[in-house]
């Protein structure tokens, strides 16, 4: 079962401006997680944000938690064309499983 | 380097074979997990394995084995009682279950014909 859904479903953006996408979920969580899919590749893990935590940063990532609403947004500044990718956000609910939602693609044109 | 290792990366079945997706991971993680991705679904998650010799479904079992006799390694096992085998399999690991971030393999394509 899904618990992470993504919004919006596909993004295309100008080089050098900021990419935004937003993670609603359902139940209470433990942690949230965002991956990058690049095309035909495995995930590559981004950053982890807590249920304790609101926001965090990893270099041109900005992630936000709001448990009241049950949603999280990624920020991603300043875009290059290697940003283009697929986003996931995945939840952990406390039963040791990952839940990913159907993602977000991320077009960077140059 | 460590990291997991999946292969074939493209697998053809005909109908009715059972084939054997690899995961091999070098990492010394405990916890090692079976993913199918399908177009615009995202992942799911077929079975996980928080220690060598057991392992649990998880919500697309059906139609899949695993096994984890090695903690380095956890074989998936696409078996004829799968309807629509036909997907991107995602392995993964992580040091202890669910308390971090997951490492990915490159993923293996089948497809059947």
């Known amino acids: 079962s899904q618990q992470g859904e993504e919004d919006p479903q596909a993004l295309s953006i100008q080089e050098g401006e900021n990419a935004t996408m937003n993670c609603s979920y359902k139940t209470s969580i433990n942690n949230l997680q965002w991956y990058r899919q690049n095309s035909g590749r495995g995930l590559v893990h981004l950053i982890l944000?807590?249920?304790?935590?609101r926001e965090k940063h990893s270099g041109r990532l900005r992630v936000t938690l709001d448990t009241s609403k049950k949603s999280s947004s990624l920020l991603i500044t300043a875009s290059r064309a290697a940003d283009t990718a697929s986003y996931f956000c995945?939840?952990?609910?406390?039963?040791?499983?990952?839940?990913f939602g159907a993602g977000t693609t991320v077009t960077v044109r140059a | 380097d460590g990291g997991i290792t999946q292969s074939p990366k493209y697998l053809f079945r005909k109908e009715g074979q059972n084939v054997t997706l690899s995961c091999e991971q070098n990492?010394?993680?405990?916890?090692m997990y079976w993913y199918r991705q399908d177009p615009g679904q995202g992942l799911r998650l077929i079975y996980y394995s928080q220690i060598v010799n057991d392992f649990q479904k998880g919500d697309i079992a059906e139609g899949y084995s695993v096994s984890r006799e090695k903690k380095e390694s956890f074989p998936l096992t696409v078996t004829s009682a799968q309807k629509n085998p036909t997907a991107f399999y995602l392995c993964?690991?992580?040091?202890?279950?669910?308390?971090?971030?997951?490492?990915f393999g490159e993923g293996s394509r089948l497809t059947v014909l």
């Open positions: 990492l010394n993680h405990d916890a």
């Open positions: 993964a690991s992580t040091a202890a279950a669910m308390t971090g971030e997951l490492f």
């Open positions: 995945a939840t952990e609910r406390g039963d040791y499983k990952l839940s």
């Open positions: 944000i807590r249920s304790n935590e």
